[in-house]
T-cell receptor
Framework: AQKVTQAQTEISVVEKEDVTLDCVYE???????LFWYKQPPSGELVFLIR??????QNEISGRYSWNFQKSTSSFNFTITASQVVDSAVYFC???????????FGTGTRLQVFP | DAMVIQNPRYQVTQFGKPVTLSCSQT?????MYWYQQKSSQAPKLLFH???????NEADTPDNFQSRRPNTSFCFLDIRSPGLGDAAMYLC???????????FGPGTRLTVL
């Protein structure tokens, strides 16, 4: 069965701190895709990254970085030098091969205080 | 800019009064989705279309229907809204299989 677990319900940090959001997934497929989405207070889900199961290279995009480890079924997201504008709910999601559907985790609410 | 548009952004309806939410896309994606998201929860998939093929989630209430008259447009009809249907409704599109979904801004539905 497929499942995405985001154990951290809420995280609060002070601006300029680094923060890591955890994501653990379960799937029986060998081909699958992992995603992170950001949902600011306005409500729109904003796509951040997509990773396929054969690409374990870590990725960095500005202050954002992602650590994909198949050995631990984890796809963690780190924000370096957090800013108030990073305050949002972040969802990790899984999509299996031959499906058009996303399986979302329950989300982590990040609050960055000035 | 290519995008996913949802109208209206806010919708107020009365208990039992049918309501239709609309979604349009300029991305020319095959797949369109409707999600329901309640406060502090993850989005819950209601149904999706692969082109004209309709796929209903097993736990989507019969009260919810959808139409996709063409590639660009998709509608969500709630036949008899109850208080429990108050939520944010999100539309999304994607190319098929494993690709990222692009979300619209959502319609927040209030049921009085």
């Amino acid at each position: 069965a497929q499942k995405v677990t985001q154990a951290q319900t809420e995280i609060s940090v002070v601006e300029k701190e680094d923060v890591t959001l955890d994501c653990v997934y379960e799937t029986r497929d060998t081909t699958y895709y992992l995603f992170w989405y950001k949902q600011p207070p306005s409500g729109e889900l904003v796509f951040l990254i997509r990773r396929n199961s054969f690409d374990e290279q870590n990725e960095i995009s500005g202050r954002y970085s992602w650590n994909f480890q198949k050995s631990t079924s984890s796809f963690n997201f780190t924000i370096t030098a957090s800013q108030v504008v990073d305050s949002a709910v972040y969802f990790c999601a899984l999509s299996e091969e031959d499906t058009d559907k996303l399986i979302f985790g329950t989300g982590t609410r990040l609050q960055v205080f000035p | 800019d290519a995008m996913v548009i949802q109208n209206p952004r806010y919708q107020v309806t009365q208990f039992g009064k049918p309501v239709t939410l609309s979604c349009s896309q300029t991305l020319n994606h095959n797949v369109m989705y409707w999600y329901q998201q309640k406060s502090s929860q993850a989005p819950k998939l209601l149904f999706h279309y692969y082109d004209k093929d309709f796929n209903n989630e097993a736990d989507t209430p019969d009260n919810f229907q959808s139409r996709r008259p063409n590639t660009s447009f998709c509608f969500l009809d709630i036949r008899s809204p109850g208080l429990g249907d108050a939520a944010m409704y999100l539309c999304a599109t994607s190319p098929p299989e494993g690709n990222e979904q692009f979300f619209g801004p959502g319609t927040r539905l209030t049921v009085l």
